[in-house]
């Protein structure tokens, strides 16, 4: 709870000073008040020690989710304000998200509306959850925009869980290929190469290929680790800069079989955030200003930013988003049409179920390639494994004998 320096004139007219802890400031004085105090000045003391929130990290997307829903559950269902924030913090299992509960909480029963309490707080709620809310309070439609919202989070969650699961099958056969390679690299074959030296073993191409790599991981696997990590740190780097990130966002849509799913996840966050914006009363050039900083493409970005400025120099949406070659003919077809028959945000919506309709066929079809793909890899790999070892032991049995 928030502490405030107080000076004040006690019941017998002497000057004191010190602290109290209350929700407000407001409250501060109440308190004060109630003990025969006269305020002269009181003002929030300034927290030094470093919060919580940067000790333990961000609340977790899934944890935001979560919490529009039952505050929209709540509202919907009469509940106040400051009580459904109280009663979501009592309940909240994690810390963090306590923590971040009891700060919005402090500020609303202060009189802070509850987008600007947000906002103090945006490394945890977007801009666009936050211009929702704002939206919402104005118009008096809290409860209808936190359903909204908590029903595109629960989309937005149930996607990315179905591309997360559909990856996992591939992601643990690559990581178990590269342990079983690094084991037989660095133990298994150096052994077999002392004994086949010893009876010296005619060894073939395989062998000597095999060798020769585990010679460089037994002997350079620190310079290996080191160019690997400083390989990992210069890319990060790159694609921090104007003309690394551009050439990496236009590479991502255009890879066979991931760019089309990228795409389409951006036409996806697009539409569904841009449907709902509007939805909300929003101004549509606000909205694509929204949209532009929440997509993660600068491609994408770059042509929002376009479809701005002309929808502000009066040009229709549709006829803006027709001239940009990222989007594919339907989008700007439908949106024309939302616009014709005023019913953009529904129309929005409608699209943003259609691309998801594809994306999760994307998925499966990206799921059916990559596992035949990583087959062959580790066929190939134990076969080449297979002839660089086990054919020279018959060689090996005939140097015996």
């Known amino acids: 709870m928030p502490q405030y320096k107080y000076k004040a004139i006690d ?35 300034i927290r030094r020690e470093i919060p919580i929130a940067r000790l333990i990290g961000r609340v977790s997307s899934s944890d935001v989710t979560d919490f529009t829903r039952q505050l929209a559950t709540m509202i919907d269902a009469g509940l106040p304000l400051t009580k459904s924030l109280e009663i979501l913090a009592t309940q909240s299992k994690s810390e963090q998200m306590n923590h ?14 509850l987008a600007d309490a947000l906002e103090k707080n945006a490394s945890h709620f977007t801009r666009t959850y936050i211009a929702l809310i704002q939206s919402g309070e104005a118009s008096g439609t809290l409860d209808n925009v936190l359903n909204r919202l908590a029903d595109n989070l629960e989309k937005n969650r149930e ?46 191409i395989a062998t000597k290929i095999l060798i020769k790599v585990s010679d460089v991981f037994a002997n350079y696997w620190y310079l290996i680790l080191l160019g690997v990590s400083g390989l990992y740190f210069g890319f990060t780097q790159w694609k921090k800069t104007t003309s690394g990130r551009k050439i990496w966002d236009t590479l991502k849509i255009r890879i066979p079989l991931i760019g089309p799913l990228q795409q389409e996840i951006i036409l996806i966050e697009t539409a569904r955030t841009l449907g709902i914006l509007a939805g909300a009363g929003l101004a549509i050039n606000k909205a694509l200003e929204i949209v532009a900083e929440a997509v993660d493409n600068v491609i994408y970005k770059k042509g929002l930013d376009q479809a701005r400025s002309a929808v502000e120099k009066g040009y229709p949406l549709g006829i803006t988003i027709a001239s940009n070659r990222n989007f594919p003919p339907i989008f700007a077809e439908m949106i024309t049409i939302g616009e014709e028959t005023g019913k953009l945000d529904e129309t929005l919506q409608r699209l943003a179920n259609f691309f998801e309709t594809k994306s999760n066929e994307s998925v499966r079809a990206l799921t059916t390639a990559i596992e035949p793909l990583i087959m062959i890899v580790l066929g190939v790999g134990v076969g080449f494994l297979v002839l660089a070892i086990i054919m020279p032991i018959y060689n090996l049995t005939d140097a015996i004998k």
Request: hydrophobic letters at 45%; proline letters at 4%.
């Open 11 to 45: 019941k017998d007219s002497n000057k004191v000073t010190g602290l109290v802890e209350a929700t407000s400031a407001q409250t501060a004085s109440q308190t004060l008040r109630s003990k025969k105090y006269f305020v002269l000045s009181i003002d929030e003391k």
């Open 100 to 113: 971040l509960l009891n700060n919005i909480l402090s500020d609303v029963q202060g009189g802070t509306p």
């Open 159 to 204: 996607f990315q869980n179905k591309v997360k699961g559909a990856m996992i099958y591939p992601t643990i056969v690559i990581i178990g290929m590269a342990i079983v390679g690094f084991i037989m690299m660095s133990f298994v074959v150096p052994k077999l190469t002392n004994l086949y030296t010893e009876f010296e073993v005619d060894l073939p």
